[in-house]
C-alpha cells in the first residue's frame, strides 16, 4: 500500500513539473522582484508591460550566464533594479555622452611613471580603509561625473591626512557648471574647498547652488591626469597615488552585470557615465581586470563593484579620462 501511494506521489508530482512552464517561474520571479525592488506600477496595463519587459530581460541574463557555465563568457548576469526597464530606457537615464572636451590649461601635471616601478600583482585600496562605502546616485544617471570626482578625492584626503571624510556630490552638481570629474576638481580648487556630505546633502536634483565656506571638508591644490588610454601608466598611478577618477562606456550588458570580468571586445569609446578605480588584480577565469567602485548602491554588481577587462586595448575607454586630485 505504501508503495502505491509513494508510485501515485511521484506521478503526481512529475504531472505538476511537466505543467510548469519558463514563463510560470517568470511569473514567480517578477513577484519577488517586486518585492525585493519595492517596485509598484500606475495601472493593469503598467504592470503587465513591466513583466514582459522583465521576461525578455531575465531570459537575456539566463542565456548570458548558460555561456559563462560553458566558459564562454568571463562575467555573470543578474536580476537587478533595472530589470523591468528596456534597453532604451536603462540608456535614457544616462546622458548619451558626457563632456570629456578640456584644455591642458585643466590640467596641472601628467603622471609620468618611473620606468623602474615595480607594480603589486594586485592592490585593492578598500584593505588600507582608504575606499568610503559605496553610494547610490538613484534615479539620475547624469550626475555619475560628481559621484567619481568625489569618491577620488575622498580616498585621496585619507591617503594623505589619515582621515575618512564624506564629501558633497550635490555642492558639485549644483555649483559646477560642466559634467566632467576634470572640471569638478578645478571648480574645488578654484573655489577653496568642497563642502561636506552632511552639510550638503544629495538631492537626485540640480539646484541652485549653496556652498558654505564653514562647511569645507576638503581642498585640492592642483589635479593631475594619466596619459590617455595607457593603461600601464594607469596601472602605476592606481598602486602608487591611490584610487583613480575615470569616465567609460557604458552598454546594455553593463546595466545586469553582477559577478566577474567584464569583458566586452564591442563596447564603445565613447563615455557616458564616470566611476572610481581602486584597484586591480587577474583572475583565474576573466584574466587582468581592473577593481571599479560604482555608485548605483550595494545591490548591484558584486556589493557595488565591478571587475572591468585590464590590457585589453583599453576597453570602455577606461584609460583615456583617468584623473586624481592632490589635496592640500
Not at 571648480?187 to 541652485?208: A, F, L, Q, W
Not at 584574466?287 to 567602485?293: A, I, K, P, Q, S
Request: hydrophobic content about 35%; some cysteine; glycine content about 6%.
Amino acid at each position: 500500500m505504501k508503495a502505491a501511494i509513494c508510485i501515485l506521489l511521484f506521478v503526481f508530482v512529475g504531472y505538476i513539473q511537466a505543467r510548469i512552464t519558463y514563463d510560470d517561474v517568470l511569473d514567480v520571479e517578477f513577484e519577488l522582484f517586486k518585492v525585493e525592488n519595492e517596485k509598484s506600477y500606475d495601472g493593469v496595463y503598467e504592470e503587465q508591460l513591466r513583466l514582459q519587459i522583465f521576461k525578455d530581460n531575465k531570459k537575456l541574463i539566463d542565456r548570458q550566464n548558460k555561456r559563462y557555465a560553458a566558459g564562454e563568457k568571463t562575467y555573470m548576469m543578474g536580476v537587478n533594479k533595472f530589470t523591468d526597464l528596456t534597453q532604451e530606457e536603462f540608456k535614457r537615464l544616462l546622458p548619451p555622452s558626457l563632456n570629456s572636451n578640456h584644455s591642458l590649461e585643466s590640467i596641472d601635471y601628467i603622471y609620468n611613471p618611473s620606468a623602474k616601478d615595480s607594480l603589486p600583482s594586485s592592490i585593492d585600496w578598500r584593505r588600507s580603509g582608504a575606499v568610503n562605502p559605496i553610494k547610490n546616485q538613484g534615479n539620475s544617471g547624469a550626475f555619475s561625473w560628481a559621484f567619481s570626482a568625489v569618491g577620488s578625492l575622498e580616498s585621496q584626503h585619507f591617503i594623505h591626512k589619515g582621515k575618512t571624510v564624506f564629501l558633497s556630490e550635490q555642492n558639485l552638481i549644483d555649483c559646477c557648471e560642466s559634467s566632467c570629474p576634470i572640471k569638478a576638481l578645478n571648480y574645488v580648487k578654484d573655489n577653496g574647498g568642497i563642502d561636506t556630505e552632511r552639510s550638503y546633502p544629495y538631492t537626485c536634483m540640480k539646484h541652485s547652488c549653496h556652498y558654505e565656506k564653514q562647511n569645507i571638508g576638503a581642498e585640492v591644490s592642483a589635479i593631475v591626469q594619466i596619459q590617455s588610454g595607457n593603461e600601464d601608466a594607469l596601472a602605476s598611478a592606481v598602486a602608487n597615488k591611490g584610487p583613480i577618477s575615470v569616465c567609460i562606456n557604458v552598454d546594455s550588458n553593463f546595466q545586469y552585470y553582477r559577478s566577474g570580468v567584464f569583458n566586452e571586445p564591442s563596447c564603445s569609446q565613447t563615455i557616458n557615465h564616470c566611476v572610481v578605480i581602486i584597484g586591480y588584480g587577474t583572475d583565474s577565469v576573466g584574466g587582468d581586470y581592473w577593481l571599479v567602485r560604482n555608485s548605483w548602491g550595494e545591490d548591484w554588481g558584486e556589493n557595488g563593484y565591478i571587475r572591468m577587462a585590464r590590457n585589453r586595448n583599453n576597453q570602455c575607454a577606461i584609460a583615456s579620462y583617468a584623473v586624481y586630485p592632490l589635496v592640500k
